[in-house]
């Protein structure tokens, strides 16, 4: 069946969340038609607000084609929220642990079951000061080089206006009212790819041609240049206590 059934849940966030989105912002959407009617596939969304997940879930719950988001494990973990991402059956990432790899199994059996799963490929906000898409990750692509499912880009801008990347909920300002854009794309052409193997340099190839047609998308709606290279964001390491050396060893003995 290719068609998930909406099901409670998401009806009741839409019936709580859609009202507010209507009267507190503008829609600008295009390319709605671009969302498959049946079938797999996976959406790539650029992420430059708390707030657009938001307006990219209205813009395709409008679809009839509900997304299946990839989510940090801890929003599983929050009251409401968290009983409406397992009510869902959104998929929990679980990073730096043994049971990471868990979403790339259950995004895999989603598509192939003919469910929409959603990508934010940056990982996080943005944080290009411009607030241009950033490197990829590469989750989407070994979904998509598994799969061979279509892969939907969509960009969107707007909800940045009302509150910024990493700004807290202190900053929201709904007025005057704000456009929410949201632009779904073609499919990205990936057949070049397909057969090969999936090496850490084609996945890199692949997920740069993911962020290309993110991008492109943006620049139309911007009407603005993109940089001509992506901002890379490395997360700092981890820092680990110093091993004690062998006298302090001794002494905490």
């Known amino acids: 069946m290719s068609r998930r059934r909406i099901g409670f849940w998401y009806r009741f966030a839409a019936f709580v969340v859609k009202p507010m989105l209507r009267v507190f912002f503008k829609r600008d959407w295009r390319g709605m038609d671009r969302i498959p009617a049946d079938g797999g596939f996976i959406t790539v969304v650029n992420h430059n607000s708390y707030l657009d997940p938001l307006s990219y879930a209205h813009y395709q719950y409008n679809t009839g084609r509900v997304p299946r988001f990839l989510a940090k494990n801890a929003l599983f973990q929050h009251g409401m929220v968290g009983r409406f991402m397992r009510g869902t059956h959104q998929i929990p990432v679980y990073r730096e642990t043994n049971e990471a790899a868990d979403a790339y199994r259950a995004a895999v059996s ?66 005057p009212r704000r456009t929410l854009v949201v632009v779904a794309g073609e499919p990205v052409d990936l057949s070049e790819f397909h057969g090969r193997e999936p090496s850490a340099e084609l996945l890199r190839e692949v997920t740069d041609r993911i962020m290309d047609a993110i991008t492109a998308l943006l620049a139309d ?33």
């Open 110 to 175: 989603a598509v192939r079951a003919g469910e929409c799963v959603a990508f934010y490929p940056e990982g996080t906000l943005t944080r290009d000061p411009d607030l241009w898409p950033m490197e990829g990750k590469t989750g989407a692509a070994r979904v998509a080089m598994t799969t061979r499912a279509p892969v939907i880009p969509v960009a969107q801008w707007g909800a940045h206006e009302a509150m910024p990347p990493y700004a807290s909920a202190r900053r929201l300002r709904l007025f």
């Open 221 to 253: 709606i911007r009407q603005e240049t993109p940089p001509a290279r992506r901002f890379v964001h490395r997360r700092a390491p981890v820092e680990r206590p110093a091993e004690p050396s062998a006298p302090d060893k001794e002494k905490a003995e």
